[in-house]
């Protein structure tokens, strides 16, 4: 898996230094393949790094959320646009998850908008066991998958409160998006599916404010691809 990752982002046009073979006797736990920095977390004196196994197991999340996936026909867990994505959508969360919210939400908000996160992660991923299976092979443990969904939390919630709401649409505005626009939801009555129509739409509205803000960031943000030592 770790060569797979280390050619796909070879791929997307970074330097990556090949590896010289490992002494017999080591064995790689984890190891930073990016570091990143931005104005926002403290540019280039305080940078950010994303490890091997966590930028796996999101790569194989945006695998799993692909539309144009069709289920058991690539052996490969995610491809270059996979990993591309994942990158893209992890410095975006970690940037705004940095973010000052005014006003500062509470540890009882926190923890409610990151089982909502999981929530949202486990129906865009295709269920539970889905993710259990994702983070199994990159070897996530539960501390870490709370870790990773509490940045999402947080970077939602600064979303919602300080460049425009989309935690909690009405629902005028759910009954409009059921009857005018397609959603896996639009052939059954809007009674029987508003809450899982509420979690879609707040999803898709979560992940293009997220590509937004990556699109607007990047050219302040610096990104490196680190060798393996």
């Known amino acids: 898996m770790k060569r797979t990752l280390a050619s796909l982002l070879l791929a997307l046009g970074w330097v990556l230094f090949s590896s010289t073979p490992a002494a017999a006797e080591r064995v790689a736990l984890d190891r930073v393949v990016v570091r990143f920095s931005a104005p926002e977390t403290g540019g280039a004196r305080s940078p950010r790094f994303i490890f091997e196994r966590t930028l796996a197991f999101e790569a ?12 058991g026909t690539d052996p490969r867990p995610y491809r270059e646009r996979h990993v591309r994505v994942a990158l893209e959508r992890h410095v975006a ?7 000052r919210i005014d006003p500062e939400p509470s540890e009882r ?3 409610r908008q990151t089982e909502a996160a999981r ?18 092979a990159e070897g996530i443990d539960r501390r870490e998958l709370t870790s990773i969904l509490r940045r999402q939390a947080r970077s939602s919630l600064y979303l919602d409160r300080m460049v425009a ?28 599916v508003a809450p899982l129509l509420r979690r879609w739409y707040v999803r898709k ?18 990104v490196a691809i680190l060798p393996p030592p």
């Open 60 to 71: 194989r999340i945006e695998a799993l959320a692909d539309p144009d996936r069709v289920a």
């Open 165 to 192: 709401p989309m935690l909690a649409p009405s629902e005028a505005e759910l009954r409009n998006i059921h009857r005018s626009v397609a959603t896996p939801f639009r052939d059954r009555p809007f009674e029987e």
């Open 119 to 136: 929530v949202m992660l486990n129906e865009r991923a295709g269920g539970a066991l889905a993710v259990e299976q994702a983070a199994t």
């Open 109 to 111: 908000e926190l923890s």
């Open 93 to 99: 969360e970690t940037i705004l998850a940095s973010l």
């Open 205 to 222: 509205r979560l992940t293009l404010a997220l590509q937004a803000f990556f699109q607007n960031a990047r050219s302040r943000v610096s």
